[in-house]
């Protein structure tokens, strides 16, 4: 069971389980927006109802994140369709090869350096650049960071979320 953090600004924070949701409830250091539905916890000192959202008190400040690129990201930021020919890939290539990035000092694993790739075209390229490959990408593909931010992209949020996941107009 997870529990929805808001900063004091109403803007998402982060997701975290009841036990720190409680804790930080505890110490005064948030306060229940909205109540689970769920049973409530109990403890040797009675019961307590189980938060689905919380606010923090404090203001937090919020580094910049810029999500990391997994292959499960990579692959939903390509729609898994093969920056090579379009077809479907559950493969992740890297566009410079990894030998050569480390060679020349370069990370590997960049939002820019890897894409969606069907078995077919990995295969094809292996181990080379694109210009040794004589292969290019899919007209009108270009290797990106995507626009969302890994913290405030959610996986089946419960429904009692909705409203405080809303995109908030620019004032």
């Known amino acids: 069971m997870t529990v ?3 900063t004091l600004q109403g803007g998402v924070h982060r997701v975290v389980s009841v036990r720190r949701a409680l804790d930080l409830m505890r110490r005064g250091k948030a ?5 689970s539905p769920a049973p409530p916890v109990r403890w040797a000192r009675g019961a307590v109802t189980r938060p689905s959202v919380i606010y923090l008190t404090r203001p937090v400040p919020q580094p910049p994140r810029s999500p990391r690129p997994t292959k499960r990201a990579v692959l ?3 729609r898994r369709a093969c920056a090579y020919c379009g077809r479907p890939g559950a493969t992740v290539d890297h566009v410079h090869p990894r030998h050569l990035c480390r060679a020349e000092g370069r990370a590997p694993d960049t939002w820019e350096n890897l894409v ?3 078995e077919a075209c ?4 292996g181990g080379q650049t694109l210009r040794e490959s004589g292969m290019t990408f899919r007209p ?3 290797p990106h960071m995507p626009r969302h931010t890994g913290h405030t992209r959610l996986h089946n949020p419960p429904p009692e979320w909705a409203e405080f996941l809303k995109p908030t107009a620019p004032a």
Do not use: I, Y
């Open 116 to 118: 969606c790739a069907c």
């Open 31 to 35: 306060v229940t927006v909205l109540e």
């Open 76 to 78: 939903e930021r390509d």
């Open 140 to 142: 009108g593909f270009t």
């Open 4 to 6: 929805l953090v808001l």
């Open 122 to 125: 990995q295969r094809r390229k």
